[in-house]
């Protein structure tokens, strides 16, 4: 399960919108091993394509140098389809080079690029493999962690 705070996820999907007819592209880094997107990154998409993504080289390798001297790691790698559903693209599922990131599509086909709900999923892409998951959007993460503590108690 992917659980993300309501500012990022409000976040990506504004990015989403803001760069409508092309593909959005960014990362949500957080802490190594804590599974907890802390870090919006939005990025260019190089292609500055409606239908492909693709983060610049330079701009990558910045991204993770920072992410090396900060401790962090990629928790979210996310993107935005303008036409089509939020699910991987055989091109996506190929390019899908972080085994433990939950990989968030945003569909802002059909009016979604102007207002009302889009299509957010997140999935997990291990060797080829798509598999759905489910988003859990909370205020803030010290409330999760309350409950959790809760029900181990």
Known sequence: MLTIDRATHDAIIAHA???????????????????????????????????????????????????????EEPVVVYHSHTSTEAYPSRTDINLAGEPGAHYVLVSTRDGADQSGPVDFRSYRIVDGEVTEEEVRVVDRYEDVAATQQKAEH
């Open 17 to 71: 919108r803001r760069d409508h007819p092309d593909e959005a592209c960014g990362v949500v880094a957080g802490p190594i091993g804590s599974d907890v997107p802390a870090r919006f990154i939005p990025m260019l998409n190089a292609a500055m394509s409606p239908t492909f993504y693709e983060f610049d080289s330079g701009d990558l390798l910045k991204l993770y140098r920072e992410m090396d001297d900060r401790d």
